[in-house]
């Protein structure tokens, strides 16, 4: 009895500290925006789940298992991000140091913690059912509403998954290498790989794809078997049939649960690589110590000086000296290895034509690779407790600001220079267009993404997903570095569009963002 009360006032302080937090009812409010788009109207030009030229009717089993299974893929990446912080949340408010001088073993702890994260997550997926359910009556094919086939794909499937998801973000917490942004893009590249394989129907989308697959290949003699999901675009009319929804039988809800015990697996491993933190609060009071002694002796052995053989304080308020000391903060992060692969990079940027550049992902990657030294700006003080230290400087917001964007900026243009020279070489106006918008406009969305959230992994999650629609898959519109197609032409001069004028436009898209972050950093500051 006792254990169970410990787990329980565990997830229920770190579940109410969640659900206060602003980005908790931002994380609510997108997703509910998102089921709404989830179901599209008749005449939308786009279906969100499309088998070849087909989809169901808007009954309550094809709404619920269409907007189950969008939800399944969004949540599966965006969830991990949102509860992935309940460890480090408990290390910034130094309640690490009152958990740490307690006896509560490491096991309860973290089964206190995914208790948490599940039941964020949940309350997301009780959100989405609600609009799944709102949305079969706006677009009122069937107003029928039945019961089970509206919630068994989300408590059989969506909920499943997101049991696995708050075991991972646990999980990754749990290994120091993969707390900060390196777990972030090793996730965003795992998300990858699974969500565009066929992998990814071991957990559980099968469920409801192959249903969906048996029914219509009953009455269409023609369709072969395919499917996709997601933001899709009909060339051709779409014609419809009515799909009754999963026949959920007890070797099937068994497979589906599963997916808990997988969750509940993953746990235990956590609760084992995790050093806990009076292990860790031991080693940093070992170093501290030692930083002590050090500087004890450094002390003894230097003669002291007195006041009046110091030279006279100097005090030089010269803005590019903020800069440089800037550019020094954001490059501290880089290692050796780091600026070696940069170089290679920026090397065959500048050797390799754009077109071949392109194709081998070279370009997009130049631009991928500075981004963890990106996320830093807007929040470092933040994260580092050096906010009212700065902001007690001269015209803080302005000089402050303006030497972290123009200190991104610059890591724009050094680690971007080969394509800039290639692009000169080449004469390649409109590309030359793109790499200066590009240049201004990631350091601008880092420095407001960090001073709106106040972290660095709002930034990494966003821009990670920006670059692979984009720059990645050449998605029109996304595409701000403006990478040419297999045939060497771009999707801007296919269309009736003038670089320039696309140019310009992320050229103001940066401008105001960095606009709102003077304005945001400036409402933070009055209201220190």
């Known amino acids: 009895m006792r254990t169970i009360r410990t787990i329980y006032y565990i997830a229920q302080a770190d579940l109410l500290e969640r659900i206060r937090q602003y980005s908790f009812m931002l994380m609510i409010a997108i997703t509910m925006l998102l089921a709404y788009f989830f179901v ?56 690490s140091h009152i958990i740490g001088s307690t006896p509560v073993k490491k096991l309860y702890y973290m089964i206190g913690k995914w208790c948490s994260n599940f039941i964020v997550l949940a309350i997301i997926v009780a959100f989405i059912m609600l609009i799944a359910l709102i949305m079969q009556w706006v677009r009122g094919e069937v107003m029928k509403v039945e019961l089970w086939p509206l919630l068994s794909p989300f408590l059989l499937v969506t909920l499943p998954l997101m049991a696995v998801i708050a075991s991972l973000a646990l999980l990754f917490e ?51 078997g395919n499917y996709s999901a997601g933001i899709l675009f009909q060339e051709g009319p779409t014609k419809t049939f009515v799909w009754t929804g999963v026949d959920w039988t007890v070797e099937l809800v068994l497979q589906q649960l599963s997916l808990f015990l997988v969750a509940f697996l993953i746990i235990p491993v956590t609760a084992i690589v995790f050093r806990g933190f009076k292990a860790e609060e031991d080693g940093q009071t070992r170093t501290k110590a030692k930083k002590e002694w050090m500087e004890s002796d450094k002390e003894h052995s230097v003669p002291r000086i007195r006041p009046a053989q110091l030279t006279p304080v100097v005090i030089k308020d010269s803005f590019w000296a903020l800069v440089r000391a800037e550019w020094q903060l954001m490059m501290k992060g880089a290692s050796l290895i780091w600026y070696m692969i940069a170089l290679i990079l920026c090397i065959l940027c500048m050797t390799l034509p754009v077109t071949a550049s392109s194709q081998w992902m070279i370009w997009p990657l130049t631009w991928i690779w500075p981004m963890l030294l990106w996320s830093g700006m807007g929040n470092k003080e933040i994260r580092f407790r050096t906010e009212f230290l700065i902001a007690s400087s001269p015209r803080y917001v302005f000089r402050q600001l303006t030497a972290v964007w123009i200190a991104g900026v610059l890591l724009s243009c050094v680690t971007g220079s080969g394509m800039f020279i290639r692009f000169v070489l080449e004469r390649n106006v409109e590309l030359l267009i793109y790499w200066v918008s590009a240049a201004i406009l990631i350091p601008s969305l880092a420095l407001a993404l960090g001073i709106l959230t106040r972290n660095n992994r709002a930034f990494e999650v966003i821009y990670m997903l920006l670059w692979y629609l984009g720059p990645f898959n050449k998605m029109p519109f996304l595409d701000f570095m403006g990478t040419s197609s297999k045939d060497g032409t771009t ?37 220190m």
Do not use: C
């Open 40 to 95: 599209p109207p008749v005449d939308a030009g786009y279906i969100t789940m499309s088998l070849e030229q087909s989809r169901g009717v808007y009954n309550s089993a094809w709404v619920a298992g269409s907007v189950a299974l969008s939800t399944t893929i969004f949540l599966s990446l965006f969830g991990f991000y949102l509860v992935k912080n309940s460890i480090d949340r408990d290390r910034r408010s130094r309640v």
């Open 174 to 224: 749990s290994i120091k290498w993969l707390q900060g942004g390196i777990g972030n893009v090793i996730y965003f590249i795992l998300y990858m790989i699974i969500s565009t394989s066929t992998s990814f129907e071991v957990f559980g989308i099968s469920a409801i794809t192959s249903d969906m697959i048996l029914e219509l290949s009953a009455i269409d003699a023609h369709y072969n």
């Open 491 to 527: 999707w801007i001069t296919e269309s009736s569009y003038n670089p320039l004028v696309v140019g310009f436009v992320y050229l103001l898209i940066g401008a105001a963002l960095l606009a709102f972050s003077y304005i945001g950093r400036s409402r933070l500051t009055h209201s």
